[in-house]
């Protein structure tokens, strides 16, 4: 019996080395499917949900944890940008204000799924349109929910944050591990 990463994220696999974990990385390939009307936390859960159970199904011994963060400004969920405009359309709505990362995490084990969703409040610092320029045009913002990386360059966006800072870079340590170790994964 493994544990698996139902994920290809550095930041999440560097996060679990780093805690001294054992895992296999086997990321899911299914398409990211939601429906209209979700409220945020149903998103983040659902996807998170569908990552960790389609890996399930190909590793049934095995335990697999799956996540998704996304970035909600209002009830707009954010998530990657698809090009350059819409990676500054995205910061220019985030600059001066308050969002939520909310990290949807589900763990399959035995054919049973126990899930959760972490929020951290983000507050980022008024923008100017050359910052938000540069920022962009330096290709980070193009992998990342809500077109920054916290964990980067893109850190200097950043007034605070009020929460988990691992939820931000995209999975919330701590609470993961409480939910492995209260299933006896650890």
Not at 95 to 105: D, E, I, N, Y
Request: hydrophobic share 40%; glycine share 12%.
């Amino acid at each position: 019996m493994a544990l698996i990463l139902a994920s290809a994220s550095p930041r999440r696999r560097d996060f679990l080395k780093q805690m001294g974990i054992s895992f296999r990385v086997c990321p899911a390939r299914g398409e990211e499917k939601i429906q209209p009307g979700w409220h945020p936390e149903e998103v983040a859960s659902h996807l998170a949900k569908q990552k960790a159970w389609e890996v399930a199904a190909r590793h049934p011994k095995d335990t697999v944890i799956g996540a998704d963060t996304i970035v909600v400004l209002g009830s707009e969920v954010l998530g990657k940008p698809k090009d350059k405009e819409q990676a500054a359309r995205m910061l220019s709505m985030l600059s001066g204000k308050t969002h939520q990362v909310m990290t949807g995490v589900w763990v399959i084990t035995g054919g049973k799924g126990y899930g959760f969703v972490q929020k951290t409040e983000v507050k980022f610092y008024h923008l100017t349109g050359l910052e938000i320029k540069r920022y962009v045009d330096t290709g980070e913002p193009m992998d990342k929910a809500g077109a920054y990386g916290i964990q980067g360059m893109g850190m200097a966006l950043v007034e605070g944050i009020k929460g988990d800072y691992t939820n931000v870079v995209g999975l919330p340590v701590a609470r993961l591990l409480r939910l492995l170790r209260e299933l006896g994964q650890l």
